[in-house]
């Protein structure tokens, strides 16, 4: 009976330590822009404004996401795979993944500097908001929170 225990044991620890699917489990589920800012020259800080659209991110455990957006009576969906990488310790101390999101359909509702790339780059942080990066090169600041 020993023999069998300690194989077993062994067996459940590794296949509690799938350390691809943990980055994932934070992520999951769908995300709804509930936040719009742009920097204002004038005063140097963030102003929030009137969403423009509707927006909401769907991340897949398979590495898939689906972005819809709809404004008036048009909706734009778009489709790819995403990447996430842990933060750096030298990273925003908010910062808990970056996400890369790769388009395969739907560029033009792409948010972020490198658009023309075909790819949208976000952040997940510490208190489970998903951000872009667009407002680094002059762009809108978009902040989704989990839909539950």
Same mark, same amino acid.
């Given at each position: ?23 994932? $489990?934070?992520? +999951? ?9 742009? $920097? ?5 800080? &963030? ?11 769907? $991340?897949?455990?398979?590495?898939? $996401? ?14 790819? +795979?995403?990447? &996430? ?9 908010? +910062? ?7 388009? =395969? ?14 790819? =949208? ?11 872009? +990066? ?7 600041? &978009? ?6």
């Amino acid at each position: 009976m020993n023999k069998l225990l300690l194989p077993l044991a062994l067996l459940c620890c590794l296949s509690c330590s799938n350390d691809e699917q943990k980055p994932a $489990f934070h992520l +999951t589920g769908e995300w709804v822009l509930k936040e719009y800012s742009v $920097f204002s020259w004038q005063n140097g800080e &963030l102003m929030s404004m009137d969403l423009p659209w509707e927006e909401h991110v769907v $991340f897949r455990f398979n590495k898939t $996401f689906e972005k819809t957006r709809k404004s008036g009576e048009e909706t734009i969906r778009a489709t790819g +795979t995403y990447t &996430l990488t842990p933060s750096r310790a030298y990273d925003s101390s908010m +910062t808990r993944y970056h996400i890369s999101l790769q388009f =395969e359909s739907g560029e033009e509702i792409i948010g972020g500097c490198s658009s023309s790339q075909g790819q =949208e780059d976000m952040v997940l942080t510490w208190n489970d908001e998903v951000f872009n +990066t667009w407002a680094a090169c002059d762009g809108p600041l &978009l902040v989704y929170r989990r839909q539950y």
